[in-house]
């Protein structure tokens, strides 16, 4: 995935992180020296508050996400059902990542880079003004006042006639969407037409939080695989090539965040950033809210594998940006995200006793929310029209429990 990397004075300029401190040309010339001194070096203090607001920034979208995602799948809006990611997906995705990875690195050798990112640029136009527009809906009906008439709407598209007739599209919304809509565009226009680092981060953020929300692991055994096999990818393709960092510094999109380190000398112009992709957010952030969803399921009223993970993710994020900064060199944050955030709460499981708990929780009614599972088998005695009658009865109390939504 994406590493944490300190930018340049130009966010998409292609020379290493490290030239952006020292800048030191080999031909020795008058020139050369100008240039050294022209370049920006980060102040302690500007560096320590961009690396700051990068952890803060990425702590966001994983705690709020992961909040979120044990509600979600109660939703009766189709665009707000999850998506489950099993075994077999976790297994091929990083080989899809990969190509796709290369692809891209590809398209940038070949053709001109000014017209792909405006192709990227247009696409993603579309795409955050949908996540920031999500994101923002349920800040906006508490904000909004009750009182306030809010009317509702349903886009449908169908396809056929009679009853061959079945439905493309089916998105229900109301009023205040349509505002969050409305802000949205606002903020789609400003990164499309300035770029500006502060978009970037309202889409870049929206993108994470929707990432975390609505991509559900099934079982810790499949996350140990997606998290496994990104592991390494990360490090190959960081270490081993030069391909994910050329691709991240030519890459026009909101698919990273970013801070300045001049903030303090110039403000919301600066240009000088530090960057961390959305990659080594959404990953580590659907493992985290996976063992969210397992501690709401053990039904203790305690979150010790979610805050355990969650300090594990501020412990390898504040190693990675320790390491990058000490050796002047991109890292593959995956490398000590991944052990970090999978190894303590295994540690937390094995000294509570619950780790065949753990590994044996299945995320099953994030899958198929609205569909009954017979959870135990009554035995039942008497003639079949008894038999009928107990059936027709209300649901059992253990149906009801397991289908409440359980209070954050």
Not at 22 to 42: L, S
Not at 48 to 58: D, E, K, N, R, T
Not at 112 to 130: A, D, H, R, T
Not at 245 to 250: E, F, H, I, Q
Request: hydrophobic share 45%; glycine share 6%; with cysteine.
């Amino acid at each position: 995935m994406a590493d944490v990397d300190q930018g340049s004075a130009a966010p998409t300029e292609s020379s290493p992180a490290m030239d952006s401190l020292n800048g030191i040309d080999t031909n020795g010339t008058d020139a050369a020296v100008n240039a050294t001194v022209a370049k920006f070096v980060a102040t302690p203090e500007g560096t320590a508050l961009a690396y700051g607001s990068l952890v803060f920034m990425a702590l966001l979208p994983i705690f709020f996400g992961a909040l979120r995602s044990v509600s979600c799948s109660k939703s009766k809006n189709s665009s707000d059902m999850p998506e489950t990611i099993t075994s077999r997906d976790a297994a091929r995705f990083p080989i899809i990542a990969s190509c796709t990875l290369f692809g891209l690195y590809l398209f940038f050798k070949i053709f001109s880079e000014e017209y792909i990112n405006l192709l990227l640029s247009m696409y993603f136009f579309v795409l955050g003004i949908l996540a920031l527009s999500h994101t923002l809906s349920p800040f906006m009906n508490r904000v909004v006042p009750a009182s306030l008439p809010n009317k509702q709407y349903q886009l449908l598209f169908t396809q056929g006639t009679g009853e061959s007739k079945e439905e493309i599209v089916n998105y229900e919304f109301d009023t205040r969407d349509l505002f969050c809509l409305a802000i949205s565009t606002v903020v789609g226009v400003w990164y499309i037409l300035k770029k500006h680092w502060v978009a970037n981060n309202l889409f870049g953020l929206s993108f994470a939080l929707n990432g975390v929300e609505l991509l559900h692991l099934n079982n810790v055994s499949t996350g140990c695989i997606l998290l496994g096999g990104l592991f390494v990818y990360d490090i190959f393709w960081v270490f081993g090539t030069n391909v994910m960092v050329t691709v991240a510094k030519s890459f026009e999109a909101p698919i990273k965040l970013v801070f300045p380190q001049d903030l303090l000398e110039r403000g919301l112009n600066a240009s000088n950033f530090a960057m961390l992709g959305l990659g080594d957010i959404v990953i580590p952030g659907i493992f985290i809210a996976l063992l969210l969803r397992f501690d709401v399921s053990l039904k203790k009223n305690t979150r010790t594998y979610f805050y355990t993970s969650f300090l594990a993710y501020i412990f390898g994020l504040g190693l990675t940006i320790f390491v990058m900064h000490t050796y002047k060199h991109a890292q593959p944050a995956l490398l000590y995200l991944v052990p970090a955030c999978v190894g303590f709460p295994v540690v937390v499981a094995l000294l509570k006793g619950e780790l065949t708990d753990m590994f044996s929780y299945e995320s099953s009614e994030e899958v198929l929310p609205h569909t009954p599972r017979l959870t135990h088998y009554p035995t039942v005695s008497g003639s079949p029209a008894s038999l009928a009658a107990s059936m027709q009865g209300p649901p059992s109390p253990l149906w009801r429990r397991r289908h409440t939504p359980a209070n954050m």
